[in-house]
């Protein structure tokens, strides 16, 4: 019904940048909220960033300042732009789509690998 398409990954020295893209698509009616998570090997699953319907954002400790997350809402596309990264930000990113009415969903991309060299 919804198709996340996760884009932007990759090897990065550090102190570098990344941009991520997570595109929503198919049957939606209404996005709730669009988030990044990571997951680095060994630990559990963190959310990293997370953009409502209206604008407001959330970030983790460890990020702020650093990545910002945005959102166009006529693409049904969040970004998340990764500044400075750290080799501590190495991880595999997912998408996260919660969905309104009528499906009232979570949806997850398969993940894009984030690999921050010292």
């Known amino acids: 019904q919804v198709q996340l398409a996760e884009s932007g990954g990759g090897l990065v020295q550090a102190g570098g940048s990344l941009r991520l893209s997570c595109a929503a698509s198919?049957?939606?009616?209404?996005?709730?909220?669009m988030g990044w998570y990571r997951q680095a090997p060994g630990k559990q699953r963190e959310l990293v960033a997370r953009?409502?319907?209206?604008?407001?954002?959330n970030y983790a400790d460890s990020i702020k300042g650093r990545f910002t997350i945005s959102r166009d809402n006529a693409k049904n596309t969040a970004y998340l732009q990764m500044n400075s990264l750290k080799p501590e930000d190495t991880a595999v990113y997912y998408c996260?789509?919660?969905?309104?009415?009528?499906?009232?969903?979570?949806?997850w991309g398969k993940g894009t690998q984030v690999t921050v060299s010292s």
């Open positions: 198919g049957f939606i009616r209404s996005i709730n909220s």
């Open positions: 953009i409502i319907s209206g604008g407001s954002t």
């Open positions: 996260k789509v919660e969905t309104g009415f009528p499906l009232w969903e979570d949806y």
